[in-house]
Each structure stands twice: as C-alpha cells, then as structure tokens.
Antibody, heavy 122, light 109 residues
Framework: QITLKESGPTLVKPTQTLTLTCTFS??????????VGWIRQPPGKALEWLAL???????RYSPSLKSRLTITKDTSKNQVVLIMTNMDPLDTATYYC??????????????WGRGTLVTVSS | EIVMTQSPATLSVSPGERATLSCRAS??????LAWYQQKPGQAPRLLIY???TRATGIPARFSGSGSGTEFTLTISSLLSEDFAVYYC???????????FGPGTKVDIK
C-alpha cells in the first residue's frame, strides 16, 4: 500500500524559506517510471503544480516558480524535500505531495498525501 | 503554454441524475488528459487518465471521453458521495509540466 505524508512548518514569515518533506512508503523512488511531485492549493482555489522529481533524479519545475523552487530526494530515507524561497502571503496554501506514474507516454498523479496547510504571515 | 478551461464552474444535479463536465485545452493535447475528484478537506483522487481509462478502483459510473481539445467527464447516475470538485489536468511532454483546469463544482440541486 502506497502512502505519502507531508511535513513542515505551518506558519512562515514573508521572505523566509519554506522546507517541506514528503515521507512515503510502499514504493521506491529508484524504480524506473516513478516520480514524486508537489502540488499546492490556496484556500478555495484550484490546484497548481510546483515540481516533480523522477526516479533517475531528473527534476522539473513550474516555469512560473522555477527560480524559487528546489526539489531533492533521499532514496534511502524514502523522502522528497521541496524548498521554496522568498515566501509571500500569496503562497499560503495546502501543499500536497503525490506519487506519479508513467502511463504510456504520460505522467499522472495517482496517489496523494493528505496535504499540509502553510500560512505565510508576519 | 497550454491553458485548460472547465465548464460550467458549478453544476447543480439531483442524486440519480447524469452529470456532464467539460474540459477544453487551448491547443490539441491528443488524449493526454486526466480527471481528478476532490471532496472538501480531502486530497484529490485520480479518476480518469489517458482521457478515458478509469484509474484503479474507480466505479464504472465515471467515464471520460474526448481527444484533441475537447474532453468530457460523465457521471452516469450521481450518488451522494459524488458531490465534489472535479479537475482536469494535462501533462506536457516538453518541457515537462502539469497544468490543471480551474475545476467544476458538482453540488446538490
């Protein structure tokens, strides 16, 4: 059974750096065709993809946020870490990590963590 | 950049009725389209991928269709548990990126 769980601070101040950790079980991020991504959702708004790391350590970022994001993995610990710099109140959102699988030629998020709400406020 | 739009924003349906949700891409995405369901306070759940393939454990009352720029999610006979927000999503091969639509809320009529 695949599970994912997000952890990190619930409150950060503007301009600070946010570090979120996704701890997962039930799969290995060294298996071909597997990835873990981060998606966020501001309160009452739509989903926004942030970043994805593949089994081969390839990394992809949302073009609009690329300069502020870093995604890394620790295969031995079954963890994926997302770092977002220069936080702003507009970054207040629930942050989800999700397992991604290659279906044919395309990637989708087939299993999600419960999410963690991060509030940016002074 | 491909933009995904969904209509209507809100769909009011009675239990037992059929619900038809639309998703449109600003340019052709072939059959590279997924649908997710999100209930209040919960994470999204993958329903459909590849435009029409149901994900594991998804009931047959959910069906997807379409290709190119126009896609449809149909819920054949709504149950109370189906009232939720539904998002479409496209994966772009190059540069690799994911784009979600703004969502359609299905509520009780």
């Amino acid at each position: 059974q695949i599970t994912l769980k997000e952890s990190g601070p619930t409150l950060v101040k503007p301009t600070q750096t946010l570090t979120l950790t996704c701890t997962f079980s039930g799969f290995s991020l060294s298996t071909s065709g597997v990835g873990v991504g981060w998606i966020r959702q501001p309160p009452g708004k739509a989903l926004e993809w942030l970043a994805l790391i593949y089994w081969n350590d390839d990394k992809r970022y949302s073009p609009s946020l690329k300069s502020r994001l870093t995604i890394t993995k620790d295969t031995s610990k079954n963890q994926v870490v997302l770092i977002m710099t220069n936080m702003d109140p507009l970054d207040t959102a629930t942050y989800y990590c999700a397992h991604s699988n290659l279906y044919g030629d395309y990637w989708y998020f087939d299993l999600w963590g419960r999410g963690t709400l991060v509030t940016v406020s002074s | 950049e491909i933009v995904m739009t969904q209509s209507p924003a809100t769909l009011s349906v009675s239990p037992g009725e059929r619900a038809t949700l639309s998703c449109r891409a600003s340019q052709s995405v072939s059959s590279n389209l997924a649908w997710y369901q999100q209930k209040p306070g919960q994470a999204p759940r993958l329903l459909i991928y590849g435009a029409f393939t149901r994900a594991t454990g998804i009931p047959a009352r959910f069906s997807g269709s379409g290709s190119g720029t126009e896609f449809t999610l149909t819920i054949s006979s709504l149950l109370s548990e189906d009232f939720a927000v539904y998002y479409c999503q496209h994966y772009n091969n190059w540069p690799p990126s994911f784009t979600f639509g703004p969502g359609t809320k299905v509520d009780i009529k």
